[in-house]
């Protein structure tokens, strides 16, 4: 399984290199916490994590893509969405830490945010 993914990401990093597929360059620092995992393997616990780290220091945000909610688009959580709206852990991220913000939007690139991420 390792050999696999090592062919895989190297094919994938490839294309990077060569252009076919496209890097972006923010201004801001960013975290990205992932794989190719799906559910289960402690993301959650991990950005909770680094958020209970970072906060005093420096102004957060939570990007998520909002699994299986009923809202589309770009959406800076509030304290009238439901879990349905936003998806369940964007809500427990917005109602755990109160001095960040925590935004849904499959687009994680998405360009018209109104320089949301300054």
């Known amino acids: ?3 696999l993914h090592d ?9 990077f290199d060569v252009g076919v597929f496209k890097s972006i360059k923010f201004s801001i620092p960013i975290l990205i916490v992932g794989n190719l995992s799906v559910g289960g393997i402690g993301k959650t616990p991990q950005v909770e994590y680094l958020i ?3 906060k005093k220091n420096y102004k957060l945000a939570v990007l998520r893509r909002g699994y299986n909610r ?16 936003v998806s369940d852990e964007p809500l427990q991220y917005f109602k ?3 001095t960040i913000d925590v935004v849904v939007d499959v687009d994680r690139v998405h360009r ?7």
């Not at 895989?8 to 294309?15: G, L, Q």
């Not at 018209?112 to 300054?118: A, E, Q």
């Open 7 to 15: 062919v895989i990401t190297s094919i994938r990093n490839f294309f």
């Open 112 to 118: 018209n945010r109104n320089n949301f991420f300054k």
């Open 1 to 3: 399984m390792a050999i």
């Open 96 to 98: 755990k830490f109160d």
């Open 52 to 54: 209970r780290l970072l």
């Open 70 to 85: 009923k809202t589309n688009g770009f959406v800076l959580l509030n304290s009238s969405h439901t879990a349905e709206e």
